[in-house]
């Protein structure tokens, strides 16, 4: 399954990534075909859009989205911490689906949904600011020049998730690639809907205590490497003119260097 490109007549987005790892153990399959399609998000085949409040069926204060979430171990952090917010989660990645269900299991958590498939087929289906926060975090930062248009980071997807957010609603961003992480200052900075409150290194160098450490990020700290955190506010639909963003010291948007 790996790879999945375009078919003639299907005009599904590529996918660059895995789909599958190593051979699962007999209860994480369970946890596949018993578990997942009770918690399974999809877009309405009639097309148009999911109505949020019946996904839980139970009530939530919010929803919030993680794009990408691996083995899930943030994602089932943030539910735990945030019983009454709704979390979906998109991964494509299914050994990583199975580690959260078996997270979701464990914890009892009722406030998970999944979509386990690429997060981009699953934007269409979902309301216009209807989401109270993003996460992507350590995204494959496909690091040679040829393939950085695979980046979850571009026009397109920022575009998809302006229209997401609620008014002030959080895009959370976090990567140990520097260079990847400049590309995604210089893009997000640059698109009308959001904002950078940053204003001094420690808030981006240090990972804010209401943010889980992931699988991802804590391999790359066993390994020396430094991580940066951005937190992108999404501005207020009809909020008018972007003022130039400044950090300490008034420099010009500046990406964090290594
Ligand atoms: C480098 S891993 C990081 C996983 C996790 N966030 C962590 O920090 O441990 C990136 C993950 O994002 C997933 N991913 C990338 N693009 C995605 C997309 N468009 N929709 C859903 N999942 C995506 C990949 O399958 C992969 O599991």
């Not at 375009?6 to 599958?20: A, E, L, V």
């Not at 990847?180 to 981006?204: C, I, K, M």
């Amino acid at each position: 399954m790996t790879g999945g490109g375009p078919q003639p007549g299907d005009d599904r987005p590529r996918w660059y990534g895995r789909r599958r790892g190593h051979r699962l153990r007999k209860g994480r399959q369970e946890l596949l075909r018993d578990l997942l399609p009770r918690l399974r998000v999809a877009p309405p085949e009639s097309g148009g859009r999911l109505d949020l409040a019946a996904v839980f069926h139970r009530s939530v204060t919010d929803v919030w989205l993680e794009v990408g979430f691996g083995a899930g171990e943030h994602l089932a952090a943030q539910a735990r911490a945030h019983p009454h917010v709704g979390i979906i989660g998109c991964e494509a990645y299914i050994n990583g689906v199975a580690g959260l269900l078996a997270h979701v299991r464990e914890g009892n958590l009722t406030n998970v949904r999944i979509f386990d498939d690429d997060a981009r087929l699953l934007f269409d289906a979902l309301p216009d600011a209807g989401i109270g926060r993003a996460f992507v975090l350590f995204s494959d930062p496909w690091p040679k020049k040829r393939h950085h248009r695979r980046r979850f980071v571009s026009p397109e997807n920022l575009d998809a998730l302006a229209r997401l957010l609620k008014d002030g609603a959080e895009l959370r961003f976090a990567s140990d690639h520097m260079e990847y992480v400049r590309w995604t200052l210089e893009r997000v900075t640059a698109h009308p809907a959001f904002s950078w409150p940053a204003r001094t290194r420690r808030d981006w160098l240090q990972r804010p205590e209401d943010w889980f450490e992931t699988r991802y990020e804590a391999k790359a700290l066993g390994r020396g490497a430094r991580c940066v955190y951005l937190r992108f506010l999404r501005r207020p639909r009809g909020s008018r003119g972007r003022p130039p963003h400044t950090v300490s010291g008034g420099h010009p948007p500046v990406a964090p260097r290594g």
